[in-house]
């Protein structure tokens, strides 16, 4: 029998840039919304989409603070459920490195995470990200300045008991047991940690207790079906006018699962592991 389109699933993004200033704002979300979206993970934007520069521990709590009100704006407005996740680009951290220095630099950063932590006590977001290391290359410095802030937010994650979405370079096997390590040394339980933008190893991750979450591409998704379902998706949708067709819609979730449950390559029980109970266990909440 052929599947009532939008009827029974409910999709989720696990990661999605909105961005009013830049780009459609709320219209996106109810582009998402319209072809049976229902739950976004809303992760903010840099401090240079928003025209202000990193220079203290100040105008990252801007940021936060401004997406967090986003968020509820979205809940407000639309039929989406929103859930802000919030923390330093790692390509912030690199530019606040060259900018000024390493020292200086981390201790902005570090301030930010434990400013990032406090909301996620105070039940404002519910993750620290997007947090990690640069998908361009760096010198060694501040490679090393970068992982530094990440077994920071590790242990600061670990405190709270919060998971995390990282961003990195790309990534294979090996990085996943290299996380794994990393984490465990920082106390943080590797299921708590969301691989954003994960190459479809579902099995290797899985073996790390590491959570990948991957963009809705069919090829990407049709790998991961083939390994397994436990996944995430998300559109790294990134609004923003200046960068059209940077990635995926914020439609192309929904596309790409109904095609897939039409081809036969998921079943209705996939499409709610992946949208539902893979995401109430990682992020330790219900969804309806
Ligand atoms: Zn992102």
């Known amino acids: 029998m052929r599947p009532q389109k939008q009827a029974d699933v409910q999709f989720t993004d696990n990661h999605i840039h909105i961005d009013p200033l830049n780009g459609d704002g709320i219209a996106a979300v109810k582009k998402f919304e319209r072809v049976g979206g229902k739950y976004i993970f ?77 909301r996620v006590m105070e039940d404002r977001a519910v ?30 994650a670990s405190d709270i008991g919060c998971p995390v979405q990282m961003h990195t370079e790309s990534f294979t096997e090996r990085n996943f047991l290299e996380i794994k390590e990393m984490a465990v040394k920082a106390g943080l339980d590797p299921r708590k940690i969301i691989k954003h933008y994960s190459p479809p190893l579902i099995k290797a991750a899985g073996s790390t207790g590491i959570w990948p979450s991957l963009i809705a591409s069919k090829e990407n998704i049709i790998k991961a079906a083939g390994e397994g379902n436990r996944f995430l998706m998300e559109s790294d949708y990134i609004d923003d006018r200046r960068r059209p067709g940077a990635v995926v819609g914020p439609k192309s979730i929904a596309r790409v699962c109904m095609g897939l449950l039409d081809a036969g390559i998921f079943d209705e029980d996939d499409l709610l592991k992946v949208h539902k109970d893979n995401v109430e266990e990682v992020y330790d909440i219900e969804l309806d």
């Open 127 to 156: 993750a620290i990200g997007e947090v990690g290391r640069p998908h361009y290359p760096v010198s060694g410095e501040i490679l090393a300045a970068c992982n530094g802030l990440l077994e920071y937010v590790f242990a600061t």
């Open 42 to 118: 809303l992760v903010n934007k840099t401090t240079m989409d928003c025209k202000i520069s990193p220079d203290t521990c100040e105008c990252f709590e801007r940021i936060f603070d401004y997406t967090i009100g986003l968020s509820g704006e979205i809940n407000e407005r639309t039929g989406v459920r929103s859930f802000p996740v919030i923390g330093i680009h790692p390509a912030e951290f690199v530019y606040m490195c060259e900018r000024s220095s390493i020292g200086r630099a981390g201790e902005i950063a570090r301030r930010a995470v434990d400013a990032a932590g406090k």
